[in-house]
């Protein structure tokens, strides 16, 4: 395996391709009119009279109840009877309405939000309650499978009007726990693997912005998650991450955002980009909701809620991926992030120390994830009755109309492309043949990472790692060790970061518990302005 790939690997050095979940600078987003027109307009015709006959006096509370408030809060509101789901459905609907023409995290509305908002609110004046979700509105990344009226796209022209069979596994949950499906999140266009010009971006809905400065990244691919949540679009969203694309958006867009670890959250129905290692995950604006959200959602039955401690960082070993970081990130900037994780560990009551670990030998992912590109991705596009069988095929099927289908470029699929050919010159497979390297390539990556994490704690004696935003995403989500970002406020210019903690396998309940400490320790995050120019 390391004989096939060792060409690509001094590709990957000297392409200027970065992570899927990597930050880059990305062109200045004024306004609407300054975007790409969506391919497909947001459709508020099945909510006008609801809209139209709420009122501005009572848009006011309930945005001050949501502001205010949490999943908890926001469901004990409604079992009060002070407010319901279908005006809770409303106020967002509303906002996506004011904002979502300039931020573009929405690529779709479901259409029947409100029937299942005024659905909840029957059940519960029948006394029927489906737990902490009942009535709260969620919307769901547009990688995740939903069926018709709504669509799955994963942001790509090509399946633009694909409604899958079922609803993913996930969605079924959601559902089964009363949650309103509010609609689809934007992403980065096939996961991040299209295009880096830049994250954030996709052909049906144009590229994100961020709530709190339209010149700061969005990051991806989760972006239109994170975007939503954190300005106040959705009370939770669902996002999916391969490697950076929960926590990244997370951090550059001032939420939570956390990686659960391998099959912690059922995969079947999601498109995939590396099924051995694509995860779920939950984004909110604390920790409190993530792991209310993942609770919901997971295989395991876990509550989380109930592992949550404000003292569970007090004379807790943490190893602060220091020189790593500085090494990724440099000083400029980096330096106050560092001070502001110092400083909240220091008041949560951590024993922090300064590890020297850069991970220098850590494996090369790219030259896995174009073959899940092409296995996976490419598969299941085939399998929705789209005209490829290779990722050539896509990549020529962009190229006969360009405006359309790929206006910022695929810089990824021409890179995987070239990728590929030379993974089949070495070792003598066509494209087409390619699972069972796949395979052996996915098995070799893991364990070589796994091993760096796990020699890293063991060495060192620490409960769980703490890293900045994205910076070790490629060791962490590639060993499938879970990961949380939480909000670190704004720097002097008022953009957003995040530190990101990351536990040993199964430990996703310890890392809620951690990282709520560390939240309610320091209260750093600052919400979004509105942005409606």
């Given at each position: ?227 939503s949540t954190s300005a106040f679009l959705s009370m939770v969203s669902v996002g999916t991450e ?68 404000a003292a569970a960082l007090e004379g807790v070993a943490v190893g602060v991926l220091r020189k ?178 990351v536990a040993k396998p199964g430990e996703e309940a310890r890392l809620f518990a951690f990282s ?18």
């Amino acid at each position: 395996m390391r004989a096939v790939f060792r060409s690509l690997i001094l590709c990957c050095v000297f392409s200027a391709v970065l992570p899927i979940g990597c930050k880059r600078a990305e062109p200045l987003v004024e306004n609407e009119s300054s975007n790409l027109p969506r391919l497909r307009e947001l459709d508020f015709a099945p909510f006008e009279k609801a809209l139209a006959a709420i009122g501005k006096r009572r848009l006011a509370a309930v945005d001050r109840l949501v502001r205010k408030g949490d999943v908890a809060s926001v469901g004990a509101a409604m079992a009060k009877g002070d407010v319901s789901s279908e005006e809770l459905t409303v106020f967002f609907l509303d906002r996506i309405g004011q904002l979502d023409g300039n931020l573009r995290s929405y690529l779709e509305l479901n259409p029947r939000a409100l029937d299942e908002a005024r659905a909840m609110d029957k059940l519960r004046a029948a006394g029927t309650n489906l737990g902490p979700l009942h009535g709260i509105p969620v919307n769901l990344k547009d990688n995740i499978g939903t069926t018709s009226p709504m669509h799955t796209t994963v942001g790509a022209e090509i399946l633009l009007d694909h409604s899958p069979a079922a609803d993913a596994v996930l969605v079924k949950k959601l559902r089964a726990a009363g949650a309103v499906i509010l609609g689809k999140a934007s992403l980065s266009e096939l996961a991040g693997t299209l295009t880096t010009e830049p994250p954030g971006y996709n052909a049906i809905g144009g590229m994100g912005v961020n709530p709190y400065r339209a010149d700061l990244p969005v990051s991806g691919s989760s972006s239109g998650s994170a975007i939503s949540t954190s300005a106040f679009l959705s009370m939770v969203s669902v996002g999916t991450e391969t490697s950076g694309s929960l926590i990244s958006p997370g951090a550059s867009n001032g939420v939570v955002a956390m990686m659960p670890g391998p099959g912690v959250v059922s995969g079947e129905g999601i498109v995939p980009l590396i099924r051995f290692q694509d995860t779920a995950g939950p984004i909110a604006r604390s920790v409190r909701d993530a792991a209310l959200l993942l609770a919901v959602m997971d295989e395991t039955e876990t509550d989380y809620v109930a592992a949550l401690d404000a003292a569970a960082l007090e004379g807790v070993a943490v190893g602060v991926l220091r020189k790593g970081i500085l090494e990724n990130e440099g000083e400029d900037g980096t330096l106050f992030w560092l001070g502001r994780i110092d400083e909240g560990l220091e008041k949560a009551g951590a024993i922090a120390r300064d590890l020297d670990e850069t991970f220098a030998d850590k494996p090369a992912l790219l030259p896995v994830l174009f073959i899940g590109l092409s296995v996976d991705t490419v598969g299941y596009l085939s399998a929705a009755g789209a005209p490829v069988k290779s990722l050539a095929d896509l990549r020529s099927y962009h190229l006969a109309d360009p405006v359309r289908r790929i206006p910022r470029g695929q810089n990824m699929v021409d890179l995987g492309v070239r990728m590929l050919e030379a993974i089949s010159q070495d070792s003598g497979l066509a494209e087409a043949e390619m699972a069972p390297l796949y395979e052996e390539a996915v098995r070799e990556v893991r364990a070589t990472a796994a091993a760096l994490l796990a020699s890293t704690f063991a060495k060192h004696e620490v409960e769980f790692l703490v890293s900045l935003a994205n910076t070790h995403s490629d060791v962490y989500a590639t060993a499938g060790y879970p990961a949380i970002t939480v909000p670190l406020g704004l720097d002097g210019e008022g953009a957003p970061n995040g530190v990101t903690f990351v536990a040993k396998p199964g430990e996703e309940a310890r890392l809620f518990a951690f990282s709520h400490a560390f939240e309610l320790a320091t209260g750093y995050r600052v919400a979004p302005p509105d942005r409606a120019e």
